[in-house]
Antibody, heavy 117, light 107 residues
Framework: EVQLVESGGGLVQPGGSLRLSCAASGFTFSSYWMHWVRQAPGKGLVWVSRIKSDGSYTSYADSVKGRFTISRDNAKNTLYLQMNSLRAEDTAVYYC??????????WGQGTPVTVSS | DIQMTQSPSSLSASVGDRVTITCRASQSINNYLNWYQQKPGKAPKLLIYAASSLQSGVPSRFSGSGSATDFTLTISSLQPEDFASYYCQQTYSTPLTFGGGTKVEIK
């Protein structure tokens, strides 16, 4: 079964850091670009970042550039999102998603991040 | 950045109704347009990719059309399990952007 399972979310103070993980199974993880998408409470979907299949290229939304770092370990079939200098506006459910060639499928179940003092 | 404008933002419909949701891009995106369904507390699920291709396993009552800047998602006969939020997404250029969503509620 193709599956993505996120972990690492939680409560963090403003200015703090958190690392999210996304464990992939059931498909050849190393062949696909991967993305992070977030959704603030009661709001819509917002793309955060992407990484090429071999990890050699990354890109970010302006709102997280310089604070977030996407990476992957293809030997462990795992995607990461290192989030530093967190702000209240980063509060959201964070989803990882597989890029099947200009569309996302599947998505993980999401991990919630709350930035609050 | 390419802005994606979805309409309506919400609608009320009855089981069996035909429902149409539109998505307009601020510039041409060819057919790099996808549609997702999201139920409360769940991850988005791919319905339509490349504007009009039905994802495997998705019921045929869902269809997509359009090109360039104007796109449509149609549910031909609304079923109880279709009450959810729907999002369009452009993957023509980064930053990849989503529409604001359409919440389909029971009338």
């Amino acid at each position: 079964e193709v599956q993505l399972v996120e972990s690492g979310g939680g409560l963090v103070q403003p200015g703090g850091s958190l690392r999210l993980s996304c464990a992939a199974s059931g498909f050849t993880f190393s062949s696909y670009w991967m993305h992070w998408v977030r959704q603030a409470p009661g709001k819509g979907l917002v793309w955060v970042s992407r990484i090429k299949s071999d990890g050699s290229y990354t890109s970010y939304a302006d709102s997280v550039k310089g604070r977030f770092t996407i990476s992957r370990d293809n030997a462990k079939n795992t995607l990461y999102l290192q989030m530093n200098s967190l702000r209240a506006e980063d509060t959201a459910v964070y989803y990882c998603a597989t890029d099947r060639g200009y569309w996302f499928d599947p998505w993980g179940q999401g991990t919630p991040v709350t930035v609050s003092s | 950045d390419i802005q994606m404008t979805q309409s309506p933002s919400s609608l009320s419909a009855s089981v069996g109704d035909r429902v149409t949701i539109t998505c307009r891009a601020s510039q041409s995106i060819n057919n790099y347009l996808n549609w997702y369904q999201q139920k409360p507390g769940k991850a988005p699920k791919l319905l339509i990719y490349a504007a009009s291709s039905l994802q495997s396993g998705v019921p045929s009552r869902f269809s997509g059309s359009g090109s360039a800047t104007d796109f449509t998602l149609t549910i031909s006969s609304l079923q109880p399990e279709d009450f959810a939020s729907y999002y369009c997404q452009q993957t023509y250029s980064t930053p990849l952007t989503f529409g604001g969503g359409t919440k389909v509620e029971i009338k």
